[in-house]
């Protein structure tokens, strides 16, 4: 079936804005990330989900994020009076399995969302 | 707190020629090793991990407690080996990845 989804693929905001950015995992996949890519400068972690469960959110970088998966599919990144800082990729990734071993629980990403705040 | 160091940023080569891209890292307990590859305009992929002892695409890596490093390589680079490519480290019994600021490999004709 198809992979991850993330939308949308470009987003700009004017500094202050509320941003919404939305990631369809891979369907039954039960664990979902949200990864954090600055230019230049590798993916960083944000926030795990297990289900609906938030399970980590020690990577968000302020509490103007927030992130919620409500049903346990869909999952929403919410960025709330948007600095220039944040303009970043934002990248979603699903694994199948519910056990906390990355070694046998290979991530799938998205193509991500580049946020572009001005 | 666990760190992973790609000292290049870009490593270019010839086409035929022999692939080292470094990775090291930090961590007090027992990590699990990963190389993740985004080609041009492509979402990143798993390329291979350090329990596998895998080969993909020709690549290797192997885990080096020692010097706690997972060098990736290659004996013959191709054209279509032209990457980003990031090493990562998740921690032993969790899932989330602590990801190197990546290589850019150019392997040109």
């Known amino acids: 079936g198809a992979g991850v989804s993330q939308s949308p693929r470009y987003k700009v905001a004017k500094r202050g804005q509320d941003v919404a950015l939305r990631c369809d995992p891979i369907?039954?996949?039960?664990?979902l990330f949200w990864y954090q890519q600055a230019l230049g400068q590798g993916p960083e972690f944000l926030t795990y989900f297990q289900n609906e469960a938030q399970l980590d959110k020690s990577g968000l970088p302020s509490d103007r994020f927030f992130a919620e998966r409500p049903e346990g599919s869909v999952s929403t990144l919410k960025i709330q009076r948007t600095q220039q800082e944040d303009s970043a990729v934002y990248l979603c990734?699903?694994?199948?399995?519910?056990?906390?071993?990355?070694?046998?629980?290979?991530?799938?990403f998205g193509p991500g969302t580049r946020l572009t705040v001005t | 707190a666990q760190r992973v160091t790609q000292p290049e940023k870009l490593l270019s080569v010839f086409k035929g020629a022999p692939v080292e891209l470094k990775c090291n890292y930090s961590y007090s307990g027992s990590p699990e090793l990963f190389w993740y590859v985004q080609y041009s305009r492509q979402r990143l992929q798993l390329l291979l991990r350090?329990?596998s002892r895998e080969s993909i695409k020709g690549f290797t890596a192997d885990l080096n407690k020692g010097e706690t490093s997972f060098h990736l390589k290659k004996p013959f680079a191709q054209e279509e080996d032209s990457a980003m490519y990031y090493c990562?480290?998740?921690?032993?019994?969790?899932?989330?990845?602590?990801f190197g600021k990546g290589t850019m490999l150019l392997v040109s004709p």
């Open positions: 990734a699903s694994s199948l399995a519910r056990s906390g071993r990355a070694l046998t629980n290979e991530q799938y």
């Open positions: 350090h329990i």
């Open positions: 990562a480290l998740s921690r032993s019994g969790y899932s989330t990845l602590t």
């Open positions: 369907s039954g996949h039960v664990s």
